[in-house]
């Protein structure tokens, strides 16, 4: 049984890195899906370990030519995906190529662009299509190369990165929709719509976006059969945001916030935030993917019209706030980590300040064994616009009125311990409890 890799020459050479001369050329990888390991055992297979948001059934049901095992300490080959957001509202997805015991010399990184209006088919493909290619160099070193074949197609195809766009790099979306839920005693009603506009190049980015929401939820007490009590908690929302942002290098950029708001919760009749901000990247941006030290200073008035008198007597004002924030986020093969800090205070009384923390890390400790913890918790001593007076008992309750609080929190901590075999190959869906 022979194994053909379909290939197409594009100026992708880039992108390759590291990899030998017999993958630089190749860009599309087909055919390359032997259903049995034939002649071969399957222990003399490459085994990988798949760490990121892959479709793993599908791969397993598609490229079946290595094993996929269930801890990194027992893969041949670990292999990371990330993914950033694209200006045009796709992604760019980065393979990072991990070889271990006898391949540990060998590393590779592959990144590649998935269209926003791919579909879930195309997009598992395309992933796949390069995990393949990634995975040339090391299958190359096992018995499996007997099996392989290789067609390298020229073709002449123009530079897309000259193409003009029409478009001019901005890029529009519309969304909407809702949800009910409920039962005897209670229901919920839940719309929501936006528009959005972007534009993003590697000097210039902005982004704006215009939404509304309803809710409704309605409480009811019964005695016996007979309904008692009837409570409905409804809000309204609207809001706009735009960033606009300027690059300046590898570790600078400048730019602006300008956010409009209505809340009845928050009790904002009018909100508006005008801030210029700076930020510092300890790392380059180009490996944004990979690891990012943010350091992010904003400063700037707001005014606020209130629905109701705040606990300050105030129906409107107009004020001054700086914020500082910190954000690191490094992913790696043993784990990921990503880590906020942010500190603000008012201007006209420096003792109105916010200050939390958010943390969220997934540790592979030792083999098998693995850490999750998400947390965070703030101290909001600036909450100027929380009513005097709540209203109405049911508006508390019901939680239709934000209310004064010190301190918020949030926990989520687990573990996993996986042993036994370390093959996963089979794919099996019989009784799935993916039932939708």
Request: aromatic fraction near 14%; proline fraction near 2%; charge should be positive.
């Amino acid at each position: 049984m022979d194994c053909v890799l379909d290939i197409a020459v594009e100026k992708t050479e880039k992108q390759m890195k590291k990899i030998g001369v017999y993958a630089i050329v190749a860009l599309l990888i087909l055919g390359f899906v032997p259903k049995t390991f034939g002649q071969h055992k399957r222990s003399e297979a490459l085994n990988i370990y798949l760490d990121g948001d892959f479709d793993k059934q599908f791969l397993k049901e598609n490229f079946t030519i290595v094993n996929y095992v269930r801890d990194r300490l027992e893969a041949d080959v670990h292999i990371q995906m990330t993914a950033m957001a694209t200006g045009g509202g796709g992604r760019e997805f980065s393979l990072f190529f991990f070889g271990q015991k006898k391949y540990r010399n060998m590393q590779d990184t592959l990144v590649f662009h998935l269209d926003a209006n791919f579909s879930k088919d195309e997009k598992r493909r395309e992933t796949m299509k390069y995990l393949k290619l990634g995975l040339v160099p090391y299958l190359l070193r096992t018995p499996f190369v007997e099996n392989l074949k290789l067609q390298i197609e020229n073709q002449d195809k123009k530079d897309v990165s000259k193409e003009e766009d029409p478009w001019n790099h901005w890029v529009y979306s519309v969304h909407a929709g809702g949800f009910a839920t409920g039962e005897h005693t209670y229901s919920q009603l839940n719309t929501w719509g936006g528009l959005s506009a972007s534009r993003v190049t590697e000097k210039f980015k902005f982004e704006s976006s215009l939404n509304g929401s309803f809710n409704r939820r309605i409480f009811n007490s019964y005695d016996g059969n007979e309904l008692i009590r009837s409570d409905t908690a409804s809000n309204v929302g609207k809001s706009f945001y735009a960033l606009a942002t300027k690059s300046l290098g590898k570790h600078w950029g400048i730019g602006t916030y300008l956010s409009l708001s209505q809340s009845y919760y928050s009790n904002l009749l009018f909100h508006i935030a005008f801030t210029p901000a700076i930020e510092y990247n300890v790392f380059d941006y180009a490996q944004a993917s990979k690891k990012q030290l943010r350091l992010l200073y904003t400063i700037g008035p707001k005014y606020n019209q209130y629905y109701d008198t705040t606990g300050f007597d105030k129906t409107e004002e107009l004020v001054g706030q700086q914020s500082i924030s910190a954000i690191f986020k490094y992913i790696t093969r043993w784990g990921d980590v990503n880590t906020s800090a942010f500190f603000s205070n008012y201007f006209h009384d420096f003792s109105l300040t916010n200050i939390g923390i958010d943390i969220g890390t997934n540790i592979r400790i030792v083999k098998g064994l693995s850490l999750r913890f998400n947390g965070s918790i703030s101290f909001p001593h600036d909450q100027i616009e929380i009513r005097k007076i709540p209203g109405d008992p049911s508006d508390i309750y019901t939680r239709r009125v934000q209310m004064q609080t010190n301190y918020s929190y949030f926990l989520n901590v687990g573990f996993s311990y996986t042993f036994g075999s370390i093959y996963n190959n089979v794919v099996n869906p019989r009784f799935d409890r993916n039932y939708h």
